[in-house]
């Protein structure tokens, strides 16, 4: 019953104007910071992550140290395309398709958070080799 609840929530969802904006919005703030990393401006990338992650990463350029060492695929590739997104009560998550360097697929689980001034923020970011069992 919680899924057919959940299913419809979203379908309903899905077809708002506010999910549109929501999920447009989201791929725009991910798309800036992939951007971002492909001049290595590293304040720029850094400016789309949440609060929480500025917390752990204190200076921009420690951020895109760990960025170019725990996420290579998303620092850089050959094709980065969005998938399957789903955006409810300020959070958006957004699955991104991404080809690294040496042709090999990945999917990468982005989750961003609406801040108190009305932007979007990038909380999170998973990163699994494609047909990966999670």
Known sequence: MRALALLVVIL???GSPAFADDVAAAQSVIRAQEQA???DDSAAAYAHAAPAI????PQ??????MVRQAYPPVYRHKSFEFGEARAANGQVAQRVHIVDVNGE?????Y???QQPDGSLKITGCSLLKAGQAV
Do not use: K, N, P, Y
């Not at 697929?105 to 689980?109: D, I, Q, T």
């Open 105 to 109: 697929a990945w999917e990468a689980l």
């Open 111 to 113: 989750t961003l958070e």
């Open 54 to 57: 500025q917390q752990i990463f």
């Open 12 to 14: 309903i969802g899905i």
């Open 60 to 65: 921009a350029d420690i951020f895109m140290q």
């Open 37 to 39: 990393f492909g001049r």
